[in-house]
Nanobody, 117 residues
């Protein structure tokens, strides 16, 4: 059974940090490009960061310099280190494994990040 389980979301004050985790099971994690997405209320889902199977990362302009995505294929886990969080980062964050085919596109259930004073 394929599973992606996110964790680490929380309520944090502006300027704070969080580290999200995404743990995979039921498929060969090491051969899947991975992404973090987020969706705020009333907004479309957007890509936050993506990482190749080799660890090369790409970021949305809105998070460059503040967020860092990483993965450990031996642990079937991807992380998103988020620093200097701002209220506009408030959203549900999802991890996604995608090899470009609908049959190999998997999603987690999401973890809530709320940035507020």
């Amino acid at each position: 059974q394929v599973q992606l389980v996110e964790s680490g979301g929380a309520l944090v004050e502006p300027g704070g940090s969080l580290r999200l985790s995404c743990t995979a099971s039921g498929f060969r994690f090491s051969i899947y490009p991975m992404r973090w997405w987020r969706q705020a209320p009333g907004k479309e889902r957007e890509t936050v960061a993506s990482i190749t199977i080799f660890g090369d990362a790409v970021y949305a302009d809105s998070v460059k310099g503040r967020f860092t995505v990483s993965r450990d294929n031996t642990k079937n886990t991807m992380w998103l280190q988020m620093n200097d969080l701002q209220p506009e980062d408030t959203a549900m964050y999802y991890c996604n494994a995608d090899r470009g085919d609908p049959r190999t596109n998997y999603w987690g259930q999401g973890t809530q990040v709320t940035v507020s004073s």
